[in-house]
Each structure stands twice: as structure tokens, then as C-alpha cells.
């Protein structure tokens, strides 16, 4: 397992760029990594058997059930993530969702439940949370998603060389659903905290960019 389990302190407040470097340790210290960005495969990476992936339609078969009662029976029409003790999770998603990008970045939220530690804050019940832990954990799980489908050093790059000039551009090249690009663009032109956009920035381009993905002229642009 990639991270050490521990009880922590729940934050006053979203920790972005925690979260968002917690996405790049991710890719970084992967096996294989390449653009589009696999959660799926970076969960079986970091935690192969300690993470089970459990697809809605297959809940849906084995109850006789459509989709729908799946949906409400498990409060969420995406996925959720339940710890299942010893280290141990399971990821239900919604595998029916359209495009395959919004199955995506559930996969990429959830697994940012499991690797911001969500479920071991100290004195906190992960299924009795109040509004306010809630919206901040969903905050944090946002980041990292976005982080990781759509890391802000590559889109920095991207932006300043006319390969993304605008929300629908920045979709299409990572894959993200429109939710996702939402984040990850509102993220590129107001992020401000240059920390993120140089945190291990030679490695993470290395990492996914010595692919097909980009050009030689970008990546010259990267090591000056």
C-alpha cells in the first residue's frame, strides 16, 4: 500500500494542494502511467487486492433489480467507497453512466476518498457526516481527481503552447467528463499557487509525456 494508514485530525478547511500533490505522488510513483490516466489501473498499482471494484449493473443483476433501485439503494447515482476494515475497500460505480469519462472521473473521486484517508479521521463516523465535513471532503476528492486526470504542470504546458484554449480543448485532449474539465479549467486560468504547477514537475512530465501524448517541441519547451 502506497500510504500509511493513520487516525488524523479532520482539517478546518479544504486541503487542495495537499490533495493535489497526493494526485501526483500517485502517478509518479506508478508502475505505468499514461495519458488518458487510468484510476482503475492506478488502483490496482497501489493497492491491488485491498481495493475491490464492484460495478452497479452487476449489484443490479444479482438483486434482480434495475439500476435505479441500486441508485437509491446506495444513495448515489455515480459510486461511492466503503472501508471494509484492515486496510481494505470497496468501490461501487455506476458502470452505466454516459460518456465513459463520467465513470472516470468516479473512479478517480473515489479513490481520493481512499488515499486522503477520508474514512480515519479522528472521532469522525464516515456514514453520519454533517453538511459541512461532508462538502469539504467532496472538495478535497474533486482536487485530487482532477489533479490526476488532468495534471495542472501538463495543462500549464498545454495552455501556454495553444493546445488547450478552452474548457471544450482541455475535455477532449485528457478525456474528462464536463464536470471534470469544468474543475481542471477553472483550476488552470485561477489556480494562482505556483506550488503545484513546479511540485515534482520534471518527473510527472517524464512520467506521462514521453509518450505519443506530446511533441518534441513541447517537450523542449518543458526542460527549459
Known amino acids: 500500500m502506497l500510504l ?7 482539517p478546518d478547511q479544504p486541503r487542495y494542494t495537499f ?5 501526483i505522488d500517485i502517478i509518479i510513483t506508478s508502475r505505468f502511467c499514461i495519458l488518458p490516466v487510468s484510476p482503475a489501473g492506478l488502483i490496482m498499482q497501489h493497492y491491488g487486492k485491498k481495493v475491490k471494484l464492484y460495478r452497479y449493473s452487476d449489484l443490479a443483476k444479482k438483486a434482480n433489480k434495475p439500476i435505479d433501485y441500486v441508485c437509491k439503494y446506495l ?3 455515480d459510486g461511492m467507497v466503503s472501508y471494509a476494515g484492515e486496510g481494505r475497500y470497496i468501490i461501487f460505480y455506476n458502470d452505466t453512466m454516459y460518456p465513459e469519462a463520467r465513470i472516470t472521473f468516479t473512479l478517480a473521486h473515489e479513490f481520493a476518498h481512499i488515499v486522503l484517508e477520508h474514512h480515519h479521521f ?11 465535513q461532508h462538502k469539504l471532503m467532496e472538495q478535497e476528492a474533486n482536487a485530487f481527481a482532477t489533479e490526476l486526470l488532468a495534471p495542472t504542470s501538463i495543462a500549464k504546458l498545454l495552455w501556454e503552447s495553444n493546445v488547450i484554449r ?8 485528457f478525456n474528462l467528463s464536463k464536470k471534470c474539465a469544468k474543475y481542471a479549467y477553472r483550476s488552470l486560468i485561477t489556480f494562482r499557487n505556483t506550488e503545484i ?4 514537475q520534471k518527473e510527472i512530465f517524464y512520467k506521462l509525456c514521453s509518450k505519443p501524448h506530446v511533441d518534441e517541441r513541447k517537450k523542449t519547451t518543458l526542460r527549459q
Open 122 to 132: 479522528d472521532g469522525i463516523d464516515p456514514m453520519n457526516l454533517t453538511d459541512e
Open 166 to 173: 478552452n474548457q471544450e480543448t482541455m475535455q477532449k485532449y
Open 197 to 200: 504547477r513546479r511540485y515534482k
Open 4 to 10: 500509511k494508514m493513520t487516525m488524523n485530525k479532520f
Open 75 to 77: 444513495k448515489t447515482d
Open 19 to 23: 490533495a493535489k500533490k497526493k494526485a
